[in-house]
């Protein structure tokens, strides 16, 4: 009986995790015009300490509003007790459901992966407008909204690019362009401040 019990609670904490996550649906049409914004350094962008164990460099200031086209979560990496959360990000037509819903997208080890079997957009389209971002919650409420970031939604977040270090001499450094792919290809964002943007009226 007991083991029943259990299997109930189980099956039902999977059924609401599932409704909870499940992708928002939106309309055609591009939900993202705009491109990233990467600003230079100000006076008192300086190198801080981040859970008594990192220490971040800003290397420039970021800001965006983009679609999100995945995530993936992460519990048991090096990286997860810093950035337990990666978004693929979409903007300009990789914001488009017209143009996402002939394009397989998938993310695992960190890295953000797409297939098509013939390409909507130029294939240089779809690289430069979109990334695999590596997100650091600045705050505990950046925390609790990242948790709750569906795919299929529009986020709007600011903060800072970095380069990490721990004591023990470990680096992870972001990239400063959104032209590159491969390895080293994405953003490592200390995210100040993020937001879900209403979703359109009919959209799921």
């Given at each position: 009986m007991r083991a029943l019990s259990l299997l109930i609670v189980v099956c039902a904490l999977g059924a609401f995790l599932a409704f909870r996550d499940r992708p928002v649906a939106q309309p055609p049409g591009i939900l993202v015009a705009d491109v990233p914004r990467q600003e230079a350094?100000?006076?008192g962008d300086r190198p801080f300490r981040h859970n008594d164990e990192f220490t971040l460099t800003p290397l420039a200031r970021f800001a965006l509003e983009a679609r999100v086209?995945?995530?993936?979560?992460?519990?048991?990496?090096?990286?997860?007790?810093?950035a337990p959360v990666d978004l693929a990000l979409g903007w300009q037509r990789m914001s488009d459901s017209a143009v996402l819903d002939r394009i397989d997208i998938d993310q695992r080890n960190r890295f953000y992966y797409w297939r098509v079997e013939a390409f909507p957009i130029p294939r240089r389209e779809i690289e430069t407008q979109s990334a695999n971002m590596h997100l650091i919650p600045g705050s505990p409420t950046v925390a609790?909204?990242?948790?709750?970031?569906?795919?299929?939604?529009?986020?709007?977040l600011r903060g800072f690019l970095v380069e990490v270090t721990r004591d023990d001499g470990w680096r992870w450094r972001s990239s400063l362009t959104r032209e590159d792919t491969g390895a080293g290809a994405c953003e490592l964002i200390f995210v100040e401040w993020l937001e879900v943007l209403p979703t359109p009226s009919g959209a799921v």
């Open positions: 350094l100000r006076d086209l995945g995530r993936e979560d992460y519990h048991l990496d090096t990286e997860a007790a810093l609790r909204r990242l948790d709750a970031v569906r795919q299929g939604e529009v986020v709007r």
